[in-house]
């Protein structure tokens, strides 16, 4: 988690008052695989006894007029996921978190799902990972960014309290 990303903040300021316990994880330092490789840190852990929990990447983007349904990610946030996946274990699903901020009078969620923080509002989505990567197609070779087609994306992401309740 970086301090200073609204998305983030928004986002556990939201669990934190959904009650839902969680681990930030700060990015400042990788770790690394037995192999010596960079791993991408995760942003969040929820981690529930008897239940599946969730190694959460979030991904804020602007939910407006000149972009609906973001819902792009990297390379190394394909990897990163699948190798907390891996370290973590069978009960530990990837899941992307992608952060809207409101910037328009269209959002992913009814309004009383929309959660304000400092004056903006956010409609939160997930999916995991194993959902993403069966519909991800390249985005963009050179910047190796990866998205969904929107009308995918709507068919496999859930209101993020869809996964925690």
């Given at each position: 988690m970086?301090?200073?990303?609204?998305?983030?903040?928004?986002?556990?300021?939201?669990?934190?008052?959904?009650?839902?316990?969680?681990?930030?994880?700060?990015?400042?330092?990788?770790?690394?695989?037995?192999?010596?490789?960079?791993?991408?840190?995760?942003?969040?852990?929820?981690?529930?006894?008897?239940?599946?929990?969730?190694?959460?990447?979030?991904?804020?983007?602007?939910?407006?007029?000149?972009?609906?349904?973001?819902?792009?990610?990297?390379?190394?946030?394909?990897?990163g996921?699948?190798?907390?996946?891996?370290?973590?274990?069978?009960?530990?699903?990837?899941?992307?978190?992608?952060?809207?901020?409101?910037?328009?009078?269209?959002?992913?969620?009814?309004?009383?799902?929309?959660?304000?923080?400092?004056?903006?509002?956010?409609?939160?989505?997930?999916?995991?990972?194993?959902?993403?990567?069966?519909e991800?197609?390249?985005?963009?070779?050179?910047?190796?960014?990866?998205?969904?087609?929107?009308?995918?994306?709507?068919?496999?992401?859930?209101?993020?309290?869809?996964?925690?309740?």
């Amino acid at each position: 988690m970086l301090l200073q990303n609204h998305y983030e903040r928004a986002f556990e300021t939201f669990l934190r008052e959904q009650k839902i316990p969680y681990l930030a994880v700060m990015e400042r330092h990788r770790n690394k695989t037995d192999d010596g490789k960079s791993i991408k840190n995760l942003d969040f852990v929820i981690s529930r006894s008897g239940e599946t929990s969730y190694l959460i990447d979030v991904k804020g983007r602007k939910f407006s007029p000149k972009g609906y349904w973001r819902s792009w990610s990297t390379h190394d946030d394909l990897l990163g996921l699948k190798e907390w996946e891996t370290i973590f274990g069978e009960n530990f699903c990837g899941l992307f978190v992608f952060a809207y901020q409101i910037c328009g009078n269209k959002s992913p969620l009814p309004p009383e799902d929309l959660f304000e923080y400092k004056n903006n509002l956010y409609g939160f989505i997930g999916i995991s990972y194993r959902d993403y990567l069966s519909e991800v197609k390249l985005l963009s070779p050179r910047w190796q960014t990866f998205s969904l087609p929107s009308d995918k994306f709507r068919k496999l992401a859930r209101p993020f309290l869809d996964f925690v309740r």
